[in-house]
């Protein structure tokens, strides 16, 4: 027998037994068994527990079998399911099939930056992207990079953006950088999402240089107040306000804009979805004339976290922007994952998507989709009845946003509610008002949960309510 070092043998022994991963595994079974019907937020005592993890940093190897029922003793208990019953954020759950590819591919624990790192990584990215120009019905051409959500596919596309309109003006920004370049408008609207404004400090631009046009009371853009558009203009755009699910008029904007010679982005995080969709579709009409788009798996499309995705229509300034040169586009060699993402080194974040695409077909997306919008209707329609609460939204897609007299009791119905742990919705600004934010982004959310979360927020106002008179 070869020789090896306590640690080494220990692990060793490890890999052979399995009893490890077996472990894990019944932990995580024990934890789907109640996933779907359980608290909705943990408990106090499951929070208090939290403490068992705060030690010194072990001297010593320690008992991998002990490490793991440690994890599932106190850590499970505190997480928080995004199942049925919760709206909050826009956090989606996650498809079965999609889940288990993703295990599976957690044990094959592939590098996706090369082809000869994981063949079949490459191969799933290619198809994939195919998969998805055909779905949102974009060129052929489109290229897709599997990035970690939509705050990393704003920047990669922004990247792209400055390459670009750098480039129409003899600038080779990857070369001669930023300082001195010829200035590039960013023009976008006062509902833009915080991940792009993140985006436009990150790539350079200053938050200080955006042109920012007047939204209506929906949060969409007012296309006739948009300034002259030119050659030198990002224009960014949003399928699905973070609030209200509204959608900017692409169709009134993008075309003209294009021609004009401006780069247009379109974040759309949770709402290009509905683009993929027969009955949705109408919401982002138009959008095939902008230049990149991004859109995360792990929102509406349920595929599980750390699953965003950059679509750009065009490939030399993306890979430009992103990889050290685009000479592999000319030199016809592979298309290699890295070249598309800004990280190198990234997990097989793709399996998963293509899980998800393969398990629901054309048909399911859309009625997964579709089927949240009506849940989204079903709970505005519930809570439109309800005493105390008023649907300040139309419910375009599968946000809906309440609140009640004031902003103080908004918020603290909203601690009632999730208090209550029944379902669980966050709260957000609108219009200047506090709100209850109520996100359907879940396969999993039958007309069953949204009755209960329904009669769960009225159970909420009238306890406040009654505390308030208790107290007054
Ligand atoms: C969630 C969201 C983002 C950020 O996406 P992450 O996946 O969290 O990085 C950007 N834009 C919109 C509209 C969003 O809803």
Request: hydrophobic share 45%; aromatic share 10%; net charge negative.
């Given at each position: 027998m070869n020789k090896k070092n306590t640690l080494q043998a220990a692990m060793f022994a490890e890999m052979q037994s399995k009893n490890l991963f077996r472990k894990a595994k019944n932990h995580a079974f024990d934890y789907l068994e109640g996933a779907f019907d359980r608290n909705i937020f943990p408990t106090e005592t499951a929070l208090k527990n939290l403490e068992k993890f705060e030690e010194p940093m072990p001297q010593?190897?320690?008992?991998?079998?002990?490490?793991?029922?440690l994890l599932h003793e106190y850590g499970t208990p505190a997480t928080v399911p995004y199942n049925g019953r919760y709206f909050g954020f826009v956090n989606g759950s996650m498809i079965p099939t999609s889940l288990a590819a993703k295990n599976l591919s957690i044990y094959w624990d592939q590098n996706a930056a090369m082809q000869v790192?994981?063949?079949?990584?490459?191969?799933?990215?290619?198809?994939?992207?195919?998969?998805?120009?055909?779905?949102?019905?974009?060129?052929?051409?489109?290229?897709?990079?599997?990035?970690?959500?939509?705050?990393?596919?704003?920047?990669?596309?922004?990247?792209?953006?400055?390459f670009r309109l750098l480039k129409n003006k003899g600038w080779d920004v990857t070369e001669q950088g930023l300082f001195g370049a010829p200035k590039i408008r960013v023009v976008t609207h006062t509902h833009i999402h915080s991940s792009i404004l993140k985006a436009i400090s990150l790539a350079g631009f200053g938050k200080g240089n955006i042109e920012s046009v007047d939204c209506d009371e929906h949060g969409r853009i007012i296309p006739e107040n948009l300034p002259a558009l030119d050659d030198s203009t990002l224009l960014i755009l949003q399928a699905g306000n973070v609030n209200s699910?509204?959608?900017?008029?692409?169709?009134?904007?993008?075309?003209?804009?294009?021609?004009?010679?401006?780069?247009?982005?379109?974040?759309?995080?949770?709402?290009?979805?509905a683009g993929a969709t027969k009955r949705l579709k109408h919401l982002t009409k138009g959008f095939e004339h902008a230049h990149s788009y991004a859109v995360d798996g792990h929102k509406t499309l349920n595929t599980p976290y750390d699953s965003g995705i950059i679509l750009c229509q065009d490939e030399e300034a993306l890979v430009s922007a992103l990889h050290t040169s685009a000479s592999y586009l000319e030199s016809n060699q592979q298309r290699e994952g890295m070249y598309y993402t800004p990280e190198m080194s990234k997990r097989a974040r793709v399996v998963e998507i293509w899980a998800a695409l393969k398990y629901l077909g054309k048909d399911g997306v859309d009625e997964m989709i579709f089927e949240m919008h009506e849940r989204a209707k079903e709970f505005a329609a519930g809570l439109?009845?309800?005493?105390?609460?008023?649907v300040l939204n139309e419910v375009v897609y599968n946000q809906v946003i309440v609140q009640c007299e004031s902003d103080e009791l908004t918020l603290a119905v909203m601690d009632k509610i999730q208090e209550l742990r029944e379902c669980w919705a966050g709260g957000s600004v609108w219009n200047g008002r506090k709100v209850i934010r109520i996100?359907?982004?879940?396969?999993?959310?039958?007309?069953?949960?949204?009755?209960?979360?329904?009669?769960?927020?009225e159970k909420a106002y009238q306890l406040v309510i009654g505390q308030l008179t208790a107290i007054g």
């Open positions: 010593e190897a320690g008992n991998g079998e002990a490490i793991i029922d790192m994981s063949p079949i990584t490459a191969k799933l990215e290619i198809v994939v992207q195919n998969w998805l120009n055909e779905l949102f019905g974009l060129p052929k051409h489109t290229v897709a990079g599997f990035v970690s959500g939509t705050s990393m596919a704003n920047l990669a596309a922004l990247t792209a953006a400055r699910g509204a959608y900017d008029n692409f169709d009134a904007i993008c075309k003209t804009a294009k021609e004009k010679g401006a780069w247009i982005h379109i974040d759309g995080a949770f709402g290009l979805w439109a009845k309800t005493d105390g609460f008023e996100s359907v982004c879940s396969w999993a959310t039958t007309s069953e949960d949204i009755q209960r979360s329904v009669a769960s927020f």
